[in-house]
């Protein structure tokens, strides 16, 4: 999801922030924290605002986090029936 552009001079302030955040955004994707790489996005867009690939991964990060949820609602149940089951035996 970085961004890697070609530069002759120097990058601007803003440039790096961007790259900073955005690097920082794929780091974190990484390892799955989805939480953490959406916000290191939305920071990245107070640089390069309507900034297409960090609005996109806005998105993706949020589908992660919803599916993530999903499962843990899913599961946290069968464990707690699991633990029941074997305290019952």
Do not use: W
């Amino acid at each position: 999801m970085a961004h890697h552009e070609e530069h002759t001079g120097p990058l601007t302030h803003e440039q790096l922030k961007f790259r900073e955040h955005t690097e920082r955004a794929a780091n974190f994707i990484k390892i799955d924290l989805f939480r953490s790489a959406r916000e290191e996005f939305k920071a990245a867009l107070q640089y390069r605002p309507g900034d297409e690939l960090c609005l996109k991964g806005i998105v993706e990060m949020n589908a992660n986090i919803a599916r993530d949820r999903k499962t843990v609602l899913v599961v946290v149940p069968l464990v707690i029936i699991l633990i029941v089951v074997i305290v019952l035996l």
